[in-house]
């Protein structure tokens, strides 16, 4: 379902990206070819994520044993990229506007305007169930900053009919660039982190930590690392030093381990390498190396 949402997305874009240059084109509205020009930046995102869902289906194989689950977020983290290069160009183009103004037809910027809200709202509307998914999510921020464009628009074309304020126009157009840029921060630095296998979001490493320890016959936790695989895949590696038992009583622990790290963080593949504790006097939580054996 979600693949023939973002097909139909694309031919709906493509059209309002034709009507947008059309009519800024015959109306003179630099805020109109500003969206037009971000409306066909979503051409190449919406692909890449259409492209990064095949991707992500695909199950491991010998070369890839954790699959494709990063397929999305290097499709979220490109889609970014693409958005900074084009704010970066809307401000260029506005900018080129307030050193050169032309006349403004504002009834082609209200009537595209009104289109271009239709269509960016519905695909908006038809992502919005989907966005948990970092992939999607960076096309539902896309186009609500789109849809919010295009009231934008639609506001500064009727103020410029009862005012005459041509200079709104390119004003429009800097609102528009800023807006996008603003809303690519959040998206860039979430997909960067992953791609870099940073500490997920919401989650501190101490707390973890202190979970397991919190585990009856865990004595101490080290070498404890956290970071996201895909979407909704969490993963953690860690050393943890137990007392000598039977393995059946250690394989009792692991248990609880992984059950009470799904629970409190979500975290499901985990990998846990346990070690000789020896009798410490207390629990001690030593990140990164183990604690050193006094002699």
């Given amino acids: 379902m979600t693949r023939g949402i973002l097909a139909g997305s694309v031919a709906a874009t493509l059209l309002l990206v034709l009507a947008e240059l059309l009519g800024g084109y015959v109306g003179h509205s630099i805020s109109l070819v500003s969206d037009a020009l971000h409306n066909l930046s979503d051409v190449p995102t919406l692909l890449i994520s259409w492209i990064a869902l095949h991707w992500v289906a695909r199950p491991a194989d010998?070369?890839?044993?954790?699959g494709y689950q990063r397929a999305g977020v290097l499709a979220a983290f490109t889609n970014a990229i693409l958005?900074?290069?084009?704010?970066?160009?809307?401000?260029?183009?506005?900018?080129?506007?307030f050193l050169h103004p032309v006349a403004v037809h504002e009834s082609w910027m209200i009537g595209v305007s009104v289109l271009a809200l239709v269509i960016n709202g519905g695909i908006t509307l038809a992502l919005v169930r989907s966005?948990?998914?970092?992939n999607l999510r960076s096309l539902l921020v896309h186009n609500f900053g789109d849809a919010l464009?295009?009231?934008?628009?639609l506001a500064g074309a009727f103020a410029i009919r009862w005012t005459g304020a041509e200079w709104l126009d390119p004003v429009l157009g800097v609102g528009i660039a800023a807006m996008v840029l603003w809303s690519t921060k959040g998206l860039l630095l979430e997909a960067s982190n992953i791609l870099l296998e940073g500490l997920p979001k919401g989650i501190?490493?101490?707390?973890?930590?202190?979970?397991?320890?919190?585990?009856?016959?865990?004595?101490?936790v080290h070498?404890?690392?956290?970071w996201t695989i895909g979407t909704n895949m969490v993963a953690l590696s860690c050393h943890a030093r137990i007392p000598d038992m039977h393995m059946d009583e250690s394989e009792k622990i692991l248990q609880l381990i992984c059950a009470k790290l799904e629970a409190d963080f979500g975290i499901s593949h985990i990998t846990v390498q346990f070690e000789r504790a020896g009798l410490p006097s207390e629990i001690r939580y030593i990140m990164p190396h183990p604690a050193q054996s006094s002699k």
């Fill in 223 to 226: 070498d404890i690392h956290v």
């Fill in 131 to 134: 966005r948990r998914d970092l």
């Fill in 83 to 97: 958005l900074v290069l084009v704010s970066l160009g809307l401000f260029y183009e506005a900018f080129e506007r």
């Fill in 204 to 220: 501190k490493l101490e707390t973890v930590a202190r979970s397991i320890l919190g585990i009856k016959g865990v004595q101490e």
């Fill in 62 to 66: 010998q070369e890839r044993t954790y």
């Fill in 149 to 153: 464009s295009n009231i934008g628009i």
